[in-house]
């Protein structure tokens, strides 16, 4: 039995370069990548095109506006008797946001499951999540897909204060963490009504987009940010032309600040923009997502000289995204011949449908399926995003959720193949142990089971 | 440093005396049949799912058991919107447009405290001296990051511990077992001293249960990896337990007040747990106060009113403590809310509580009283609440709380009906 231990915990190169770092091996890319793993890892890299066709932010807003508008008329209706077909339309406009929300989440989800590309699929899902927006209210709810959509996708391998910028003026975090309605104390607007500060926002960029929360700075650089982002604000449709982000004077702190002991004498919007940038390229900050990229793809405990690595990369240029995932891809610590980190129910359930690769997955059971694990699209409910530790994924509960689930797709393709799934998601990396368990097993649909719930295939 | 240890080819070390446990040369033929036929006891709703803690001891009734049911508000509850100090002249100034937005009378407590309208149930158990809330405490954290504060929280160490919480060291110091309405299992209930079938996670599922054989088959397939199987078998003790409820296979929808629900029953099974752990999110109001208070303080009030009807006579001998991990401004902000601030308040609700009155010296809401001249100062330690219920309702010696909070002194008022 040990000599079968030590071989269910040696995972091929190929297999690390597939499953460690992509959303898990599709068709055979295995074999394309046996030949010279690091080389398929650094093509990996592609900008993310979305072909879908899904509503932007902007249409999102036009749809509220027009949902607002109806719902006001019902208001002023309600006490005259409302015809069926009145009821019928206000119903399905309220149900649009939803259903075009979800379209959207399983829209993104099979392109991680169809991509020749996993591997960024993988680093634009871990953005998202980094910069994380959930679905609190009905606006949130349309809005939050956007998000990695239009700030981080075409960020994604370049330089990360870009990424920021676009992020933090997204109409999509701005209105999540409550920075639209945030006015300066001393600003124009504060003289005329009793509006004043909201620091959410800013709190949040240095605790968790940024910094870190150990990274170094103080309740007073809070309230300097705070300060220094007033008046990045979100278009009214109704009341405005166009919509989208707008940086509103009258609503900015008039003033230099100083944070983390930097002066900022900008006026205007370019006072927080160079706040921005200069924390994206603040060491600390380095530090920090250069640790949680090496959590996130390698391990929960990656080794320091893993991190200076990487760190020396992001300070030496720019921040770049695609020279710091060179660099992990590179380093011999990402290499780690055993397996390192439980899938996250999103990694799993992306990583069964390619390597089954249905004809067709339908968006609503897809939807659920994640739902159903504990992982639904935007909707991590916290600015922290979903947890990346095995703890918090690996439960009685969760693992029993994992089975049914895995019963059930497994049960839905007629005749499916588990040594044809076996040879294309982990090659040779498996146990004698769970191959004879796979073997053995007394149908289709159990031996399949198996295979997705074993060790080797939960684990990477 | 990597850690090999956590690798999967570690030996199994579970020194348990489950039947479903230690078998691990059981054959696959044999562990089918015990499975089985353990599920079928499972299913029905009285059975044992945690024979496992009971064994060995000379009582096999839990009906006498002091409980302790601990509730998480994640999201840093305003408790200066919850329980109002209407005597404090500041109050009104520091809030122009949230002091005047309650929707309907506040309710009375004593010293001129009174609790938000819509915690109905809560003033009703206040009234019957089962609810004792408590002002102006702090876990000791002070930084103002929700994650960090609710990792301090759990850990109850007066610092930060991923991989050890206070329930845990609590029922490992008296061999109590522990359940948690989660999918996995929470800070509160970690540590590596703890037995793992003295800790249980259970949350409802919406697929359809799998082929009994299939759990045989994965003992089988998990031998090489302890997590995995440990997990395995912690599931199968608690399957079947809940997911047949009197209203049919309803599908639950993950509702606070389904999981109080599910969490009483589980509790009151014939040898239920000692203690339990329930999460309730949303807290983080940084906007749009008022309203959303009141959604959420009524699904807090409904989830705990039906816990008590699910707990029956068991209530008697329950705490229900109720924490968050920080509070909030004592000024209202620019967008009719709160960011996040230091001091907020901690609920014991309960047969056993000794309440009807309001415990916590009040620090005052003058610029000059507040901590850092925005926040609700602490006056007390949550932490050493928490320890004097430990104390007067599970028995820990001064020592033995050490173990659990060691940078606190348990309070002596009296908190429990002895």
């Known amino acids: 039995m040990s000599e079968d231990s030590m071989s269910s915990t040696v995972i091929s190169l190929e297999n690390i370069a597939v499953n460690r770092f992509g959303y898990g091996a599709r068709g055979d890319e295995l074999t394309h990548a046996k030949a010279a793993p690091k080389k398929w890892l650094s093509a990996q890299l592609q900008v993310i095109n979305f072909t879908d066709e899904q509503p932007t932010s902007a249409d999102v807003f036009v749809a509220h506006a027009k949902f607002q508008k109806q719902k006001k008329l019902m208001k002023q209706q309600k006490k005259q008797t409302l015809s069926s077909q009145d009821k019928e339309k206000s119903k399905m406009m309220k149900g649009a946001a939803r259903k075009t929300y979800i379209k959207m989440s399983a829209a993104s989800l099979k392109q991680a499951i169809t991509s020749e590309h996993s591997v960024s699929w993988r680093l634009l899902d871990f953005f998202s999540n980094h910069f994380s927006v959930s679905t609190a209210g009905r606006l949130m709810v349309g809005l939050s897909p956007t998000l990695e959509r239009e ?14 910028l676009a992020v933090e003026q997204h109409p999509a975090m701005l209105i999540y963490l409550n920075n639209e309605k945030s006015f300066g104390p001393n600003s124009r607007m504060a003289k005329k009504r009793k509006v004043g500060l909201n620091e959410n926002l800013a709190r949040e960029i240095m605790e968790l987009h940024t910094l870190g929360v150990d990274g170094g700075y103080s309740q007073s650089d809070v309230i300097e940010l705070a300060k220094g982002i007033t008046g990045w604000s979100v278009k009214r449709p109704k009341k405005e032309h166009g919509s989208g982000f707008v940086f509103r004077a009258y609503a900015h702190e008039p003033g230099s600040r100083e944070l983390l002991g930097k002066k900022y004498a900008q006026h205007g919007i370019k006072q927080g923009q160079q706040m921005l940038r200069d924390l994206a390229m603040h060491p600390n900050t380095a530090t920090y997502i250069c640790n949680k990229i090496a959590h996130h793809f390698v391990s929960e405990n990656p080794p320091q000289s893993l991190i200076t690595k990487m760190q020396n990369t992001w300070l030496n240029n720019q921040g770049n995204l695609k020279k710091v995932m060179l660099t992990l891809f590179d380093a011999e610590e990402s290499w780690i011949a055993q397996p390192q980190k439980f899938k996250t129910p999103r990694e799993f359930v992306i990583s069964t449908y390619r390597a089954i690769a249905p004809k067709n997955i339908n968006s609503r059971a897809l939807f659920n399926s994640l739902n159903n694990l504990g992982q639904m699209p935007f909707n991590a409910g916290s600015p922290a995003g979903f947890s990346d530790d095995e703890s918090d994924w690996l439960g009685a509960s969760a693992l029993m959720a994992r089975v049914e689930w895995s019963s059930l797709v497994s049960g839905q393709k007629k005749s499916i193949n588990a040594k044809r799934i076996m040879a294309t998601a982990l090659g040779n990396s498996i146990s004698q142990n769970t191959y ?14 198996l295979l997705l719930m074993s060790p080797e295939f939960q684990r990477r | 440093m990597i850690d090999n240890k956590k690798t999967i080819n570690e030996p199994l070390t579970l020194s348990s005396v489950s039947p479903l446990v230690d078998e691990d040369t059981l054959s696959r033929r044999k562990f089918m049949k015990m499975a089985g036929a353990s599920l079928a006891v499972l299913s029905f709703p009285m059975a044992s799912a945690f024979a496992v803690q009971a064994k060995g001891k000379s009582t096999f009734n839990s009906k006498t058991k002091p409980k302790i049911i601990w509730v998480v508000l994640r999201g840093a509850l305003d408790s200066l919107h919850t329980i109002v100090p209407t005597f404090d002249t500041q109050y009104a100034k520091l809030r122009p447009k949230l002091s005047t937005s309650f929707n309907s009378p506040l309710l009375p407590l004593e010293k001129g405290f009174a609790l938000h309208p819509s915690l109905r149930n809560l003033h009703h158990w206040y009234q019957d001296k089962s609810l004792l809330p408590i002002v102006a405490v702090s876990s000791g954290y002070a930084k103002r990051s929700h994650f960090d504060g609710q990792d301090f929280l759990e850990s109850g160490k007066g610092e930060i511990d991923h991989d050890s919480g206070w329930l845990a060291r609590a029922i490992e110091v008296k061999s109590k077992s522990a359940l948690a309405i989660a999918r996995s299992t929470p800070i509160s209930l970690r540590s590596s001293l703890v037995r793992s079938e003295q800790v249980n996670t259970w949350y409802p599922s919406k697929f359809k249960s799998a082929d009994e054989d299939i759990y045989a088959a994965l003992n089988e397939l998990y031998k090489n990896d302890a997590a995995l199987k440990e997990n395995l078998t912690s599931a199968l003790k608690v399957k079947g337990l809940v997911a047949e ?21 589980l509790i009151t099974a014939e040898q239920g747990v000692d203690c339990a752990m329930l999460e309730l999110g949303g807290w983080d109001t940084h906007n749009n106060q008022s309203n959303r208070l009141s959604r959420k303080l009524t699904e807090l009030d409904t989830g705990l009113a039906e816990l008590k009807a699910g707990l029956g006579d068991e209530w008697q001998n329950t705490v229900v403590i109720i924490g968050t991990e920080f509070g909030r401004t ?29 415990k916590g010296r009040w620090p005052g809401l003058k610029p000059d009283e507040l901590f850092q001249q925005r926040d609700l100062m602490p006056t007390s330690n949550s932490f050493g609440w928490m320890a004097s219920v430990l104390s007067q309702h599970w028995q820990f010696s001064e020592q033995e709380l050490q173990q659990v909070f060691p940078q606190v002194k348990s309070y002596s008022d009296s908190l429990i009906h002895s």
């Open chain 1, 151 to 164: 700030a981080i996708a075409p960020n994604l391998l370049g330089n990360f204060a870009d990424m920021l």
């Open chain 2, 330 to 358: 004592a000024k209202e902000n620019g967008t009719g809310g709160t960011d996040h601030g230091t001091a907020s308040a901690l609920f014991l609700a309960g047969g056993a509580v000794n309440g009807g009155k309001v």
């Open chain 1, 436 to 449: 004879q368990m796979v073997m053995r097993a007394e149908s289709r649909q159990q031996a399949s089971t």
């Open chain 2, 245 to 265: 409820n009197a209203e049919g296979n309803k599908i639950q929808k993950g509702k606070f007040v389904d999981l109080a629900k599910s969490c009483a029953k």
